[in-house]
Every structure is written in structure tokens, then in C-alpha cells.
T-cell receptor, first 109, second 113 residues
Framework: SQTIHQWPATLVQPVGSPLSLECTVE??????LYWYRQAAGRGLQLLFY??????ISSEVPQNLSASRPQDRQFILSSKKLLLSDSGFYLC????????FGPGTRLLVL | EDKVVQSPLSLVVHEGDTVTLNCSYE??????LLWYKQEKKAPTFLFML????IEKKSGRLSSILDKKELFSILNITATQTGDSAVYLC?????????????FGTGTRLQVTL
């Protein structure tokens, strides 16, 4: 069966520091991969999606970037975090339906 | 711009009640409508609907889609405290290569004893 992992689970970072969140999927090949952010009291917002290695589509202009160095690995990065980057970051994979990882709760202070 | 609207925003019911959650949408290139349950962490998948008028059912939960009127409902019968969660509706659209989801802001359901 397929499983999706995200780490870390929780992160507290100062403003201006870099960020790297990792997502890996097991039990499937060539999945579509997605990064979402959920701000407090708001819905999920799609940030990036990828249909294959090295292929990244960005949905909203922002302070973040994504990369897919391997088929089942998706990374979310920032060079300098802003306060507004705080939120709950979710990675998802899909073939027909999207399934979510456990999420990373990021607090930027 | 694609839009998904859920109502009510929040709901408090007594255990044993039946609830109906609503989701309406305006999107281009509709592919599917999905319902998720979110407790404290990541959303868990409940249903995916693609055809009008066909009810999907899982235990006490059921859902139906009306593609003509652009809405879906999620019903929960005989509610239990474990049903307390935020219920998210999402609409999948075709991009040619991937299906992107647009989410509503959710309905927060609280089931009390």
C-alpha cells in the first residue's frame, strides 16, 4: 500500500532563516505530487504541483519554491522566511484521488 | 477564478442527530468533487464524486453530486462525538497533466453528548 511521509512534524524558525520541508511517497511510481498551505482558520491553498522529476508548476507567487529531485521526493524551500509563511504545510500524492501526508506545522517568529 | 463555497461555516448538534453539509462550486473544466474529514492533522479522504445523481455511501456517511446545479451534500446520520471535525469539500479540475484541487474553507462540526 502507498504511504506518504513528511518531516519535520513541527518547526519553529526565525524570520529571515531558510526552510526545507521534505515529502516522500512509498508504494507507487510516478505519482503527481502537491504542496498545500493551510493558514489558521482558512482553507487549503495549492502552492505547487509536479507531474514528474524536475517538473514544477507554481500556483501562487510567493516566497517559496519547490523541487522534485527524485520520482517520489518533493521538497518545499525558502531562502528567507517571512512571518506570513507560518501555517500548516501539507504534501499530497495522487493518481486519481489526492491523499495527504501528516503535515508540517511551521511557526515563523 | 475557481470557487468552492461551503455552508454552514460551523454547526453544533447533539449525538444521534442527522446533519447535512453543503458545498457549491463554480469552476472550469470540472473533473470531480471530493469530501475530506480533517481532525487535528491532515485531511482524510471520504468520497470522490464524478457523476450526477449517484449516491456514495460509507456507513453513516453519504454524499451526492448535482452537476446541473453545481453542488454536493454530505449527510451524516446518527452522529457520534467522533464525527466532530472540519469537513472539507474540494473540486478537482483538469489541467491536462494533473488534477488540481480547489478547497472550500470547510464546515466545522461539533457533536455534543
Amino acid at each position: 500500500s502507498q504511504t506518504i511521509h513528511q518531516w519535520p512534524a513541527t518547526l519553529v524558525q526565525p524570520v529571515g532563516s531558510p526552510l526545507s520541508l521534505e515529502c516522500t511517497v512509498e508504494g507507487t511510481s510516478n505519482p503527481n505530487l502537491y504542496w498545500y498551505r493551510q493558514a489558521a482558520g482558512r482553507g487549503l491553498q495549492l502552492l505547487f504541483y509536479s507531474v514528474g522529476i524536475g517538473q514544477i508548476s507554481s500556483e501562487v507567487p510567493q516566497n517559496l519554491s519547490a523541487s522534485r529531485p527524485q520520482d517520489r521526493q518533493f521538497i518545499l524551500s525558502s531562502k528567507k522566511l517571512l512571518l506570513s509563511d507560518s501555517g500548516f504545510y501539507l504534501c499530497a500524492w495522487s493518481q486519481k484521488t489526492q491523499y495527504f501526508g501528516p503535515g508540517t506545522r511551521l511557526l515563523v517568529l | 477564478e475557481d470557487k468552492v463555497v461551503q455552508s454552514p461555516l460551523s454547526l453544533v448538534v447533539h449525538e444521534g442527530d442527522t446533519v447535512t453539509l453543503n458545498c457549491s462550486y463554480e469552476v472550469t473544466n470540472f473533473r470531480s468533487l471530493l469530501w475530506y474529514k480533517q481532525e487535528k492533522k491532515a485531511p482524510t479522504f471520504l468520497f470522490m464524486l464524478t457523476s450526477s445523481g449517484i449516491e456514495k455511501k460509507s456507513g453513516r456517511l453519504s454524499s451526492i453530486l448535482d452537476k446541473k446545479e453545481l453542488f454536493s451534500i454530505l449527510n451524516i446520520t446518527a452522529t457520534q462525538t467522533g464525527d466532530s471535525a472540519v469537513y472539507l469539500c474540494a473540486v478537482g479540475v483538469n489541467t491536462g497533466t494533473a488534477s488540481k484541487l480547489t478547497f472550500g474553507t470547510g464546515t466545522r462540526l461539533q457533536v455534543t453528548l
